[in-house]
């Protein structure tokens, strides 16, 4: 069992910044890939990045690969996501997520086993 704690959301102005985290504990060997999911309202749940530490990979979605940016402290068992130039259509529920992986990172959130609270970002016009 990994149990994943969000921290960092909040509200923003259009064009600032925020930094998500997720902490995990429990089986954390179990895992090797941590991700980040969004969901607005009314939509579905949607990748935003991951990271798989085993190949030293990261993933990102198209539409943030340019102003997100996603890393991991080990000795933390800690992932963040550095949000930049927030957008209001950024504005969603922020999920963190882990899954073992053998091949890659899986950007389905059905692959994924475990779940974190989320985390709610909001970011204003």
């Known amino acids: 069992q990994v149990q994943l704690v969000e921290s960092g959301g909040g509200l923003v102005q259009a064009g600032g910044s925020l930094r998500l985290s997720c902490a995990a504990s429990g089986r954390t060997f179990s895992t090797n890939v941590m991700g980040w999911f969004r969901q607005a309202p009314g939509k579905e749940r949607e990748f935003v990045a991951a990271?798989?530490?085993?190949?030293?990979?990261?993933s990102y979605a198209d539409s943030v690969k340019d102003r997100f940016s996603i890393s991991r402290a080990g000795a933390k068992n800690t992932v963040f996501l550095q949000l930049n130039t927030l957008k209001p259509e950024d504005t969603a529920v922020y999920y963190c997520a882990a899954v073992r992986s053998d091949y890659g990172i899986p950007v389905h959130p059905r692959s994924y086993d475990y779940w974190g609270q989320g985390a709610q970002v909001t970011v204003s016009s």
């Open positions: 990271i798989n530490w085993s190949k030293n990979r990261t």
